[in-house]
């Protein structure tokens, strides 16, 4: 079982940067593909990015490439993603999730992720 705790979400104003952070109750390197999904108000809940359980492997909504990175420091159990270029409509929780998968391919569809935090909130302010 694992446990995942977000942070770093907050309000920030359009065009600044955030970095949000997922702990992980154990070590998740070599076994979990970790992945970063958000829920607008009204929405469904949607894959923003997710990386490999070999960490060189990351996989991006098209919409967000260029401006989110993810990232996982297996030392720290934690997995990282950086925001630039906010805009009005990232307004959303951000979620944090992780996968057990034996592949090397980083997990974006959201039925197959078991674990997830209880989201941050991210306010973006026009």
């Known amino acids: 079982q694992v446990q995942l705790a977000e942070s770093g979400g907050g309000l920030v104003q359009a065009g600044g940067s955030l970095r949000l952070s997922c702990a992980a109750s154990r070590s998740t390197s070599n076994r979990y593909s970790m992945g970063w999904f958000r829920q607008a108000p009204g929405k469904e809940r949607e894959f923003v990015a997710a990386i490999g359980r070999i960490s060189s492997i990351t996989a991006y909504a098209d919409s967000l490439k260029g401006r989110f990175a993810i990232s996982r420091d297996n030392a720290k159990n934690t997995v990282y993603l950086d925001m630039t270029s906010l805009k009005s409509e990232d307004t959303a929780v951000y979620y944090c999730?992780?996968?057990?998968?034996?592949?090397?391919?980083?997990?974006?569809?959201?039925?197959?992720?078991?674990?997830w935090g209880q989201g941050t909130q991210v306010t973006v302010s026009s």
């Open positions: 999730a992780a996968s057990a998968t034996s592949l090397s391919a980083p997990v974006t569809r959201t039925n197959d992720y078991y674990y």
